[in-house]
């Protein structure tokens, strides 16, 4: 039997994805997200919850281009990923217009500064109402801890909805050589991914961003109420571009990702809208 609803509500405060066999109840249901039961066989449903983990990259430089991306895809997908791309070509404004456009914004600037500059940053993406953003981990647990405290404390003074905080790991278009040799790093991929995922999480951070092919190990390491965001997802009929550590949308959901971030698959298909329900699709095999 599933947990009433009373019942699972009570548990968390904040908007977390709770993952039990890699299904997934999402607590947001306020900023349009979609609430799935753990056992249900009803592929509509099923169908709903994975488009609620699907995210968009908006990989493009012009207003109009982005939101006439957002219009098509809004029923399709769970939000919008605002990268350096799209935020410096156009502006922060950008941010509210794809709010207008009725969609959900993480905002992917992966601010890597001194403690005071980055929460001041955090700050500033609680009043945006950002779904999430990104900072670096690599910047250590003290520009974590300022991140978090500041984007919660923020967000509690306007009494909005407080945006996730996720921590970079490594980015997915690095290899294990580029690691070793020119970042002088010596252990391997999925182990420095692991360490900086655990110490995101002791620093408050609400989860990681990696790539798929290191989700078993951080959700171990970091357990089931963890987010793990990961992009590096290419469908089957997709051309893996500039990706190193790769994995299907099925592979990645099936090993614990919270949610998947697919741009150019979607971004470059004849149709956007159909490439986005073929991917759902996949994530609900």
Wanted: net charge negative; with cysteine.
């Amino acid at each position: 039997m599933p947990p009433l609803l009373e019942d699972i509500e009570s548990q968390w405060e904040e908007s977390h994805l709770q993952i039990a066999g890699f299904k997934t109840v999402d607590f947001t249901a306020e900023r349009g997200f979609v609430l799935s039961f753990w056992g249900g066989s009803n592929m509509n449903n099923k169908l709903a919850e994975m488009r609620s983990r699907l995210i968009v990259a908006l990989d493009v430089s012009d207003r109009n281009d982005a939101l006439k991306l957002v219009e098509q895809l809004s029923p399709e997908v769970g939000a919008f990923k605002v990268g350096m791309q799209l935020y410096n070509s156009t502006g922060p404004a950008i941010v509210k217009d794809i709010q207008d456009a009725g969609g959900n914004v993480f905002i992917d600037l992966k601010f890597h500064d001194i403690p005071n500059t980055v929460g001041q940053a955090a700050r500033v993406m609680s009043r945006k109402g950002a779904f999430m953003y990104t900072v670096h981990a690599g910047g250590g647990s003290k520009m974590l801890q300022a991140a978090a405290d500041s984007a919660a404390e923020e967000a509690k003074y306007f009494a909005a909805p407080r945006p996730l905080s996720l921590a970079v790991t490594v980015l997915t278009s690095l290899s294990q050589e580029e690691l070793s040799q020119e970042l002088a790093i010596n252990r391997s991929v999925a182990e420095h991914v692991v360490a900086l995922a655990k110490m995101a999480k002791a620093s408050g951070i609400d989860g990681v961003v990696c790539s798929p092919q290191e989700l078993d190990m951080v959700r171990a390491a970091c357990g089931d109420d963890f987010l793990i965001v990961t992009p590096g997802v290419r469908p089957r009929w997709a051309a893996v571009n500039d990706q190193k550590r790769i994995m299907t949308p099925k592979e990645a959901i099936a090993r614990g990702a919270s949610y998947i971030v697919v741009g150019r698959p979607i971004l470059k298909a004849e149709s956007p809208v159909e490439a986005a329900r073929k991917i759902v699709t996949e994530m609900a095999e």
